[in-house]
Every structure is written in structure tokens, then in C-alpha cells.
């Protein structure tokens, strides 16, 4: 039995190795926008309870340390992802 590279992706795992990056960027460019709509108005986000305040200021939190279960589960699950695309590209062939 000898392994040989297959041309074709496999599209589970292909899927699963690309949608939660793209959902990750989707929800991390929201949060930007959030953000910078606040700031634009003159106020000053609070990262904990997600809002804009006109009256307090609030320190900055990284995206990480607000959102990183998320964070960790979408570069596991593309990670898992890209695994499973590797060795889909490998395949058995009977002599």
C-alpha cells in the first residue's frame, strides 16, 4: 500500500477549516465597528456591558481577553479542519 496525494479537497473538512475564521472575522470586525461608532460620537466604549457612555471613560480590553473562547474555538475547530483536509488528501491505493 503506498500513499499517494489526492488533487481533491475533501469539502468537510475544508469547511470546517475555513467558516469559523470567516465567523471569527465577521464578529471581530462588528466589534470594531461598535467601537469606532462610539469613539466617532465623542464617547467612550465600555467594553464590559458593550455599550457607549457620552459621561465615563473606560480602559481598553483587548479583543482576546473579552471574546476568547471564541478566539480558541474557532482556531481549534480550523485546526481540527485542517487536519482532517491533510489526510482526506491522502489516500490507499491497493498494488
Request: charge should be positive; aromatic fraction near 14%; charged fraction near 15%.
Amino acid at each position: 500500500m503506498a500513499l499517494t496525494l489526492t488533487r481533491r479537497l475533501r469539502p468537510g473538512g475544508f469547511l470546517l477549516f475555513i467558516i469559523p475564521l470567516i465567523l471569527l472575522t465577521i464578529h471581530y470586525g462588528y466589534d470594531a465597528y461598535l467601537v469606532d461608532s462610539c469613539l466617532e460620537q465623542g464617547g467612550s466604549f465600555n467594553f464590559e456591558l458593550t455599550q457607549c457612555s457620552m459621561t465615563e471613560s473606560f480602559p481598553y480590553v483587548p479583543y482576546f481577553n473579552r471574546h476568547w473562547p471564541k478566539v480558541i474555538a474557532a482556531i481549534c475547530l480550523s485546526l481540527i479542519g485542517f487536519v482532517i483536509t491533510t489526510i482526506g488528501g491522502f489516500r490507499t491505493r491497493s498494488s
